[in-house]
């Protein structure tokens, strides 16, 4: 199977509206070879394997869009647009900073001719019809609608609301700041009137791009070197260096305190807790009940997790743990059978079959293994990706807009 990232760039040529993924902090759960499968189809555009994309929100650039678009070094190919050009995020759960950030080495892909994105690319096509017709419909009503059609990752619109999951730059004081009446009816329409749709070269279509570097004012950023700790460091007496950090820091970053796991729970209240907790393993067990402040061993599976979060958990609260923009959770697993995962998605999986969870397309020893893995991985820090074969820098920086 041809391996293209999921990770992607999108925009809508011709007509010029521009799309790129991108949205909330939030992992599917779709396998990585589901999740690509959209894209397999889809043939290199020529003249634009080096494009640079320049991203900002809509609105900031007087656009009423998601984002606004600049794209230089593409070529002279004719469809790629040579302003600044409507956007709109593809993948609803995969978020990109948006704040002039600059995006480089993309290759695109067009979509002209796919059954998959025939119902994204009539949306894209009628947008500015609907608009035309109802005024009241915005750009958040159109971005909704375009998650909706699109195929992979799945989008339901009213299960993204109620579980607190839908991107903030669509949420106000708990509520959607769109019409979801609007929403669907634009989906309704979508969905009939794509069935008589045809190409034609006169039509918006989709390009999407399958890598970038993030920059930062032009300058590419380095993927850098990392931090972890493995439980025998982090359960350690505060004597070694990772326990006083684990000391000084627990309270601030952990403010109420640490829990792992889902359906059942083990929650660590301070520092003193994780101490106590024996970095001895013992069988891979999922959890039976609640803990708070265990001080017998639950587990290898269990040691590992608590060991990985205490190491997400600092990375995200201090700036100066790592030495790179990214965050640790960013990091893509190269290798064996989550190769394309994120560290970030590998944890949330590890917690929920942790928590009692149903064991999927992973056993629980195979999530363990892999999360000591990582745990390896950059012992003590200092120790850069590109040393590193387990894991890769991702191509796009998450970060929530």
């Not at 025939?118 to 017709?133: F, G, M, T, V």
Request: hydrophobic fraction near 35%.
């Amino acid at each position: 199977m041809r391996s293209i990232h999921h990770t992607i760039l999108v925009f809508a040529a011709l007509v010029g509206a521009l799309m790129l993924y991108g949205c909330v902090d939030q992992s599917n759960n779709a396998s990585f070879e589901d999740s690509i499968a959209p894209y397999l189809e889809l043939e290199q555009l020529s003249g634009a394997t080096n494009s640079t994309f320049t991203v900002n929100v809509g609105e900031s650039s007087g656009l009423d869009s998601y984002f606004s678009f600049e794209i230089g070094n593409s070529g002279d190919n004719p469809i790629v647009p040579r302003k600044a050009t409507e956007g709109w995020c593809v993948e609803w759960d995969r978020p990109i900073s948006s704040s002039g950030n600059s995006y480089h080495d993309i290759s695109l892909y067009s979509t002209y001719g796919s059954k998959t994105w025939k119902p994204a690319n009539y949306l894209i096509s009628i947008a500015d019809e609907l608009r035309a017709q109802d005024p009241a419909i915005t750009y958040r009503e159109i971005q909704v609608a375009l998650w909706s059609v699109i195929e992979e990752p799945k989008f339901d619109m009213d299960s993204a609301i109620s579980s607190g999951e839908m991107p903030p730059r669509l949420m106000e004081n708990g509520e959607p700041n769109f019409s979801m009446d609007k929403v669907r009816e634009i989906v309704e329409k979508v969905r009939i009137g794509s069935q008589d749709f045809s190409y034609s070269s006169n039509d918006t279509y989709l390009l999407l791009s399958n890598k970038g570097e993030y920059q930062n004012g032009g300058t590419p950023v380095k993927c850098g070197s990392f931090r972890t700790q493995t439980p025998g460091g982090w359960f350690a007496d505060s004597q070694g260096a990772p326990a006083l950090y684990r000391d000084e820091n627990f309270a601030n970053a952990f403010p109420e305190g640490l829990t792992v796991g889902g359906n059942f729970t083990i929650t660590f209240t301070s520092a003193e807790a994780i101490k106590n907790f024996p970095a001895g393993g013992g069988p891979s067990n999922a959890l039976t009940e609640n803990y708070t402040n265990p001080t017998s061993s639950l587990g290898t599976f269990a040691r590992n997790v608590v060991a990985l979060q205490l190491t997400v958990g600092f990375d995200l609260y201090d700036e100066n743990f790592s030495n790179s923009t990214f965050q640790l959770s960013d990091l893509i697993v190269t290798t064996g059978k989550f190769e394309g995962k994120s560290i970030h998605e590998i944890l949330d999986e590890a917690n929920r079959v942790l928590g009692g969870g149903s064991v999927g397309d992973y056993s629980v020893n195979e999530l363990s293994e892999i999360i000591d893995d990582i745990n390896k991985a950059f012992v003590d820090g200092g120790v850069k990706v590109k040393d590193q074969e387990l894991v890769r820098c991702p191509t796009i920086i998450r970060d929530a807009v």
